[in-house]
């Protein structure tokens, strides 16, 4: 059974820091592009982060980069994501996801987790 199953979200305050974490089971980890995506009240899903298979290539949206660190484990089958300096505009559910193909093409995502929330309170 193929599972993505992510912990580590919570309340923080502004400025604060979390970390999520995503644990793989059920597919062949190494070969898949991870993504962490994030979905706010009203607003679509968008690809927030994203790790290629051998860590090689990261891609990160505008908003988040400086702040927000993707790293992967692929002896441990885990993908995490780093996030400082909340914001409360982080505030959002954010999902694990992989990608048999593309490390940025949301559409290429076809494996997610359940989600887990994030809140940054001001």
């Known amino acids: 059974q193929v599972q993505l199953v992510e912990s580590g979200g919570g309340l923080v305050q502004a400025g604060g820091s979390l970390r999520l974490s995503c644990a793989a089971s059920g597919l062949a980890f190494s070969q898949y592009a991870m993504g962490w995506f994030r979905q706010a009240p009203g607003k679509e899903r968008d690809l927030v982060a994203a790790?290629?298979?051998?860590?090689?290539?990261?891609y990160y949206t505008d908003s988040v980069k400086g702040r927000f660190t993707i790293s992967r484990d692929n002896a441990k089958n885990t993908v995490n994501l780093q996030m400082n300096s909340l914001k409360p505009e982080d505030t959002a559910v954010y999902y694990c996801?992989?990608?048999?193909?593309?490390?940025?093409?949301?559409?290429?995502?076809?494996?997610w987790g359940q989600g887990t929330q994030v809140t940054v309170s001001s």
């Open positions: 996801a992989a990608s048999l193909l593309s490390l940025r093409t949301t559409t290429d995502y076809d494996v």
């Open positions: 790790i290629s298979r051998l860590s090689v290539n990261t």
